[in-house]
């Protein structure tokens, strides 16, 4: 096959024209009116949850937290990143063992169930302790 | 300045946060399929049970004195390290997740203003009081140097867990007191070769002209030298690597003799690996396939491997069966008490690079909506199995002492009075 240089064209002569291209598809039907106005649902754990990786989950056996809105088998929320304040509900490790009590710095150091049937647990220097975290809200669910 | 984040005695460490009762007592984990001894805490270390021991070994020692087992808890400690690495990441601009249990951080820049070691030391307390991990931190120029200087924490077992090496005296004693064989990157096999050269601690090494142990070692051992000597060959990587290759491999419940059944395990592995593949959005055109007996029994050792290249790279779990059932008839023999088998896929290309096939028609349709459902189905705890596979039939994992998934599972969430 023979080819003959015929000279150059000229682009500039032809500006380009430009066709908007819209990629979503267009919906035939009339538009929702709250399009312009979505959120996102609302989220459980943007709610709850202010530090994930430092939050686990436990579950409550026992009554001894009954006063405070504590029930056997509730969910706890527990933050290990929060520090721990007079007052506050804690998760804690004693003699080997995992508790939910509320903390008391004054006039000593103990824990304390919220039921009357259980006895505070006085905390000396020499003791095996540890605070695990803060209870930052429970889950109780009904049905 | 580098610092490598080292969980101490992770695995281990795992299975005590939730079980207080465990704090001083030893703890050892167990590898898949409770073989081998994979991780102590320092009571199980003062008993002499030794990293990679088989179980069946020191079982009976190691009860006897009052120490717990458990089984691997993958899932566990997947998220546990998952925690770990996300408050690392909190804390410096740059880091590396080295492995299930390791970091590297940059610290220039955030360390001028408050030091190194302080930095360490919040670094350290943060990551143990939000996770509940102890850990070990060192410091250094370097990432080799970081390397020993947490060798020197866990050698001397430094209360505070955090070491800088930052001038000339601190870092010739460390290097000085760490054994060539200690160092990052040089295996058993090259300190044999480096003691030839009377070569036996980093400090040995460091001491050498560079240009001589690039040409008489290789390049990454010159880098390490220049690195010992505070000189940055290594960056930290703080894009993950895609990976090159995925294996799955298991020991067995009971010895297998017969093919079939070998069959169906293989089969189930290949599954596993597949899967892994799919998800890592690759695909692979190399297959391959080993099948052993036990090293510790009186019979011969009996080693069976075979590869297997397809014609175009794959990601469909029927295409690796299809290769892998072929291979196996081949590598199998009667007289053998098989305890170990193993798949591994590799030389991967993106999968949405793969070229398309010339022929198609020659290729199993690729029918990646199947694979997908599968994946999915199997994701959500509805599994479901190509027909060859072992589905539950024969289980090859056998984890008796396993922990509950404390952190994953809503019927598992540690329990508190």
Same mark, same amino acid.
């Given at each position: 096959m023979k080819l003959k240089y015929l000279g150059t064209m000229l682009t500039d002569d032809y500006p380009p024209f430009e066709i908007p291209y819209f990629q979503d598809m267009v919906a035939a039907g009339f538009p929702s009116p709250a399009s312009d106005f979505m959120e996102n649902p609302i989220d459980l754990n943007q709610y709850l949850v202010k530090n994930g990786v430092a939050t686990f989950l436990f579950r409550v056996s026992g009554t001894s937290m009954i006063e405070a809105l504590i029930d056997d088998g509730s969910l706890l929320l527990v933050d290990c990143s929060m520090q721990a304040i007079h007052n506050s509900i804690v998760v804690a490790k004693i003699h080997g063992d995992l508790v939910c009590r509320r903390l008391c710095l004054r006039p000593k150091y103990c824990l304390i169930a919220e039921n009357k049937e259980y006895q505070p647990i006085y905390l000396d220097p020499d003791m095996e302790f540890e605070i695990m975290g803060v209870v930052t809200a429970v889950i109780h669910q009904f049905a | 300045?580098?610092?490598?984040?080292?969980?101490?005695?992770?695995?281990?460490?795992?299975?005590? #946060?939730?079980?207080?009762?465990?704090?001083? %007592?030893?703890?050892?984990?167990?590898?898949?399929?409770?073989?081998?001894? #994979?991780?102590?805490?320092?009571? $199980? %270390?003062?008993?002499?049970?030794?990293?990679?021991?088989?179980?069946? %070994?020191?079982?009976?020692?190691?009860? $006897?004195?009052?120490?717990?087992?458990?089984?691997?808890?993958?899932?566990?400690?997947?998220?546990?390290?998952?925690?770990?690495?996300?408050?690392?990441?909190?804390?410096?601009?740059?880091?590396? *997740?080295?492995? *299930? +249990?390791?970091?590297?951080?940059?610290?220039?820049? #955030?360390?001028?203003? #408050?030091?190194?070691?302080?930095?360490? *030391?919040? *670094?350290?307390s943060t990551i143990n009081k939000w996770t509940k991990i102890p850990v070990r931190i060192g410091i250094g120029p370097t990432k080799t140097l970081a390397k020993v200087a947490s060798y020197q924490i866990k050698k001397y077992n430094l209360p505070s867990r955090v070491l800088v090496l930052n001038d000339k005296h601190s870092i010739e004693k460390a290097l000085k007191e760490t054994p060539i064989i200690k160092v990052w990157g040089v295996g058993s096999r090259l300190a044999k070769r480096l003691a030839v050269e009377n070569v036996e601690t980093a400090w040995d090494l460091s001491r050498l002209p560079p240009e001589y142990i690039k040409q008489k070692f290789s390049v990454v051992l010159e880098r390490t030298l220049r690195e010992l000597n505070g000189e940055q060959c290594l960056e930290i990587e703080d894009i993950q690597p895609t990976k090159k290759q995925i294996m799955v491999s298991r020991s067995f419940a009971h010895k297998v003799n017969d093919l079939s059944t070998l069959h169906a395990i293989i089969n189930d592995f290949v599954a596993r690996a597949a899967e892994k593949l799919r998800s890592e959005q690759q695909k692979c055109s190399s297959v391959s396939v080993f099948i052993r007996n036990s090293y510790f029994r009186k019979e011969e050792y009996e080693y069976g491997f075979n590869n297997f290249i397809l014609p175009y790279p794959s990601d469909d779990t029927r +295409?690796?069966? %299809?290769?892998?059932?072929?291979?196996?008839?081949?590598?199998?023999?009667?007289?053998?008490?098989?305890?170990?088998?193993?798949?591994?896929?590799?030389?991967?290309?993106?999968?949405?690079?793969?070229?398309?096939?010339?022929?198609?028609?020659?290729?199993?349709?690729?029918?990646?909506?199947?694979?997908?459902?599968? +994946?999915?189905?199997?994701?959500?705890?509805?599994?479901?199995?190509?027909?060859?596979?072992?589905?539950?039939?024969?289980?090859?994992?056998?984890?008796?002492?396993?922990?509950?998934?404390?952190?994953?599972?809503?019927?598992?969430?540690?329990?508190?009075?």
């Amino acid at each position: 096959m023979k080819l003959k240089y015929l000279g150059t064209m000229l682009t500039d002569d032809y500006p380009p024209f430009e066709i908007p291209y819209f990629q979503d598809m267009v919906a035939a039907g009339f538009p929702s009116p709250a399009s312009d106005f979505m959120e996102n649902p609302i989220d459980l754990n943007q709610y709850l949850v202010k530090n994930g990786v430092a939050t686990f989950l436990f579950r409550v056996s026992g009554t001894s937290m009954i006063e405070a809105l504590i029930d056997d088998g509730s969910l706890l929320l527990v933050d290990c990143s929060m520090q721990a304040i007079h007052n506050s509900i804690v998760v804690a490790k004693i003699h080997g063992d995992l508790v939910c009590r509320r903390l008391c710095l004054r006039p000593k150091y103990c824990l304390i169930a919220e039921n009357k049937e259980y006895q505070p647990i006085y905390l000396d220097p020499d003791m095996e302790f540890e605070i695990m975290g803060v209870v930052t809200a429970v889950i109780h669910q009904f049905a | 300045m580098i610092a490598l984040v080292d969980c101490d005695s992770f695995y281990a460490s795992c299975e005590r #946060i939730f079980r207080p009762d465990l704090a001083h %007592k030893p703890v050892v984990v167990l590898s898949n399929n409770d073989g081998c001894v #994979i991780a102590r805490s320092k009571e $199980a %270390k003062a008993l002499d049970i030794n990293m990679g021991v088989p179980w069946f %070994k020191v079982k009976k020692r190691y009860l $006897a004195k009052g120490g717990v087992v458990f089984s691997s808890n993958f899932t566990l400690y997947g998220d546990i390290s998952r925690r770990v690495m996300a408050v690392l990441k909190m804390m410096s601009p740059r880091t590396e *997740i080295y492995s *299930i +249990d390791e970091a590297f951080l940059e610290l220039s820049g #955030i360390s001028k203003h #408050i030091g190194c070691e302080k930095m360490g *030391i919040t *670094i350290k307390s943060t990551i143990n009081k939000w996770t509940k991990i102890p850990v070990r931190i060192g410091i250094g120029p370097t990432k080799t140097l970081a390397k020993v200087a947490s060798y020197q924490i866990k050698k001397y077992n430094l209360p505070s867990r955090v070491l800088v090496l930052n001038d000339k005296h601190s870092i010739e004693k460390a290097l000085k007191e760490t054994p060539i064989i200690k160092v990052w990157g040089v295996g058993s096999r090259l300190a044999k070769r480096l003691a030839v050269e009377n070569v036996e601690t980093a400090w040995d090494l460091s001491r050498l002209p560079p240009e001589y142990i690039k040409q008489k070692f290789s390049v990454v051992l010159e880098r390490t030298l220049r690195e010992l000597n505070g000189e940055q060959c290594l960056e930290i990587e703080d894009i993950q690597p895609t990976k090159k290759q995925i294996m799955v491999s298991r020991s067995f419940a009971h010895k297998v003799n017969d093919l079939s059944t070998l069959h169906a395990i293989i089969n189930d592995f290949v599954a596993r690996a597949a899967e892994k593949l799919r998800s890592e959005q690759q695909k692979c055109s190399s297959v391959s396939v080993f099948i052993r007996n036990s090293y510790f029994r009186k019979e011969e050792y009996e080693y069976g491997f075979n590869n297997f290249i397809l014609p175009y790279p794959s990601d469909d779990t029927r +295409d690796f069966l %299809k290769v892998v059932n072929k291979m196996l008839p081949l590598m199998y023999k009667s007289n053998v008490q098989y305890s170990k088998a193993g798949v591994m896929l590799s030389s991967f290309s993106d999968s949405s690079t793969v070229q398309d096939v010339v022929f198609p028609e020659l290729h199993q349709k690729c029918n990646s909506a199947l694979m997908k459902t599968m +994946d999915k189905l199997n994701y959500y705890g509805y599994p479901v199995y190509l027909a060859s596979q072992n589905a539950g039939r024969f289980n090859p994992i056998q984890r008796k002492m396993v922990s509950p998934k404390y952190t994953t599972n809503w019927n598992d969430l540690p329990l508190v009075r």
